[in-house]
């Protein structure tokens, strides 16, 4: 029987100014997945994680993106997939789009890489919908290519990889919960164009600073007037982790996804580390919950472990 | 008595998606400006254009632009400014900016380059108050320092370079007026999130196609969903125009600046000159007067003549 392990990392989306189409992959955490092809054309999704996973495989994030890499074969053919999820579901981190990218990936090596990887995000992107309704590829895109993405249109796809200088990245997850779903509904619909123009210019400053590996624009540009203002009162203590994180070295960061995690740029993994120090303290001084991680940005995507 | 002689450069600003951020020089048409050092404090605007310009150096896009600078030095210095405008006034293609940056760079050749590029553009935006009320940079940034340029902010000023790869430029210039001001008031304050977002996942793909040298990410970037359907209506056979571009080949392109002229950029020369054949048959056609020009992108800015 084939089958193969897969590490799946997690991502971050909406990179500061650039909502809805920026994100990176980090090298840790990562979902780790087993799949093997199956006789019939069954897909069967085997939970070995802490979490409650839906197993029906319309409902699973990884059965979505399977059954819709499935429709484009010519003959149906069956998946088992294992999956050890080590990144929380809700975690603003691409918990889901790990799960729907691992899942592609292994199916395509294991169908002796028919797909291209913008079809596998294409595929991975159906996983998406079940977690958050919307058909988005903001962290499907980073966790299959790897390094920084810019999805320019999801309608029809069209994915960029930028390249980017070596990037240390502090996460702190808050152990509350935010539903993608609520912090879409805060977000006006309409905004001004002054403000939506000068989020253009960061966006294209962010863009400009990570292809010239010059990391005081990249610093410069990690302005986000319209989206951060709006989202930030859903997490405590957020303009503090900030400011604190930037007096200690941080390049600057924002909101990870739609929260609750929050995530520090740095050019070396010592401040990185520097900055983890400062947010656990303020964290355990309010007395939140939280993980942290110090990682780096992750330029493979999905790992497939042979 | 020391003196120079500038050629100054025409420029195309709202790059399409890329409104009041990105612009570019063009490598005809240029003003063409003598400026000489004075043994008084006095600023002195001699007119040798066809058009009729304010000659009082406080109501002179040049004059204001050297007041600017005068404050700057130590001593109070006087210039004389000659100007053969060969860019004509509300032609859409930065002829204000044109001026106000070949008097600074002209000013500051005299002054033994006492000041950086940046500075000289923070001068001759004071030159743009006085032609459109707003002190704004996409022009003269492109202008004083040639190529792409993107103003990531305006206050404070921070202006960019972007590498592109060689780009031909097609312009058509109506011979219509349209003013700034009504231009601007034509838009709405407020937009769309949602067109907000695909305009700068555009505006981020522009960029990356330009760093890459990638025309048809270049292409397909070139896309603006919220300033030039609103605009276009304000200038003849807008669509058609565009339409018959590209058709004839071109990338893409839109309005230059506030209009009337319109650009389409090309890959090389000859479908450049392939699209103003289209462009000039229309304009034959529909009976409005008009100007055009085949010309490239300007990587120098403001060419001092030795």
Known sequence: M???????????????????VLGFALNEPCDEMTVRLRADSEIKIINLSDYDLPTEPEKNVA?????????????????????KKNIKPGSGIGSSAASAGGAVVAANFLLDNKFSKQELVAFAMNGEVIASGVKHADNVAPCILGGVTLVRSSNPLDVVTLSAPPLFVTVLHPQIEIR????????????????????WGNVAALVAGLMKGDYDLIGRSM?????????KILIPAFDEIKTKSKQAGALGGGISGSGPSIFMLSKDEQTAKEIEKEMCAIYTRIGVEFHSYVTSINNEGVKVCH
Do not use: M, W
Not at 63 to 83: H, M, N, Y
């Open 180 to 199: 993608t779903s609520d912090a879409r509904a805060i977000l006006s619909e309409k905004v001004l164009l002054k403000n939506a123009v000068r989020q």
């Open 223 to 231: 302005e986000d007037y319209l989206i951060e203002p709006v989202r």
């Open 63 to 83: 059965g979505a993106a399977l059954i819709a890499l499935q429709k484009s074969l010519e003959t149906l053919i069956g998946f088992d997939v294992e999956i």
């Open 2 to 20: 084939r089958e193969i392990n897969v590490l799946s990392p997690a991502t971050v989306a909406n990179f500061v100014c650039g909502f809805d």
